[in-house]
Antibody
Framework: EVQLVESGGGLIQPGGSLRLSCAASGFIFSDYWMHWVRQAPGKGLVWVSRIDSDGGSSVYADSVKGRFTSSRDNAKNTLYLQMNSLRAEDTAVYYC??????????????????WGQGTLVTVSS | QSVLTQPPSASGTPGQRVTISCSGSSSNIGSNTVNWYQQLPGTAPKLLIYSNNQRPSGVPDRFSGSKSGTSASLAISGLQSEDEADYHCGAWDDSLHGPVFGGGTKLTVL
């Protein structure tokens, strides 16, 4: 079964740091780009970051650029998100998701499947 | 404020057909395929429709998707109580070099 399991969330004071993990199983982890997506309480989904399959390249949303770092250990089938200088507005459930892509008939198709169960990060004093 | 625009809520009675819209721009829906995710209460999002109108294995054919220009729609026919959930549209954005999502639509089955 293809599965993603996040861990590492919790209550952290503003300005603090936290590292999230996402353990992958049931597929060849090193073949896929991976993403972090967050959802503030009662709000919609917001993309946070993307890392390519070998970890050589990452892209971030402007809201977290310079504070968050995505990395991966393909030997351990694990994705990480290092979050520094945390702010109240970073409070959210953080999901990891596998990026699935298909290029057929000159059309690029991309979607996220599966998603992890999410881990809650609460930034508050 | 989300890049893609969805109505915040929708509703219908059992057996009815409901549609949920998703509006974007030329850099996202206009040039890339659209996906829909279902989020049941208290759970993670789950892929419902990919590549505008494709259903993953296990998704009932009551669910269908379409796209035209810079807008997309999700249709649910034969509405059932277990369809009560949040529905999110998503698409790649060429300007942002990443995916964008709608704000989500909360579907209530009356």
């Amino acid at each position: 079964e293809v599965q993603l399991v996040e861990s590492g969330g919790g209550l952290i004071q503003p300005g603090g740091s936290l590292r999230l993990s996402c353990a992958a199983s049931g597929f060849i982890f090193s073949d896929y780009w991976m993403h972090w997506v967050r959802q503030a309480p009662g709000k919609g989904l917001v993309w946070v970051s993307r890392i390519d399959s070998d970890g050589g390249s990452s892209v971030y949303a402007d809201s977290v650029k310079g504070r968050f770092t995505s990395s991966r250990d393909n030997a351990k089938n694990t994705l990480y998100l290092q979050m520094n200088s945390l702010r109240a507005e970073d409070t959210a459930v953080y999901y990891c998701a596998r990026h699935v892509s298909d290029y057929t008939n000159n059309v690029d198709r991309d979607w996220f499947d599966p998603w992890g169960q999410g881990t809650l990060v609460t930034v508050s004093s | 404020q989300s890049v893609l625009t969805q109505p915040p809520s929708a509703s219908g009675t059992p057996g009815q057909r409901v549609t949920i819209s998703c509006s974007g721009s030329s850099s996202n829906i206009g040039s890339n395929t659209v996906n829909w995710y279902q989020q049941l209460p208290g759970t993670a999002p789950k892929l419902l429709i990919y590549s505008n109108n494709q259903r993953p294995s296990g998704v009932p054919d009551r669910f269908s998707g379409s796209k035209s220009g810079t807008s997309a729609s999700l249709a649910i026919s034969g509405l059932q109580s277990e369809d009560e959930a949040d529905y999110h549209c998503g698409a790649w954005d060429d300007s942002l070099h990443g995916p964008v999502f709608g704000g989500g639509t909360k579907l209530t089955v009356l």
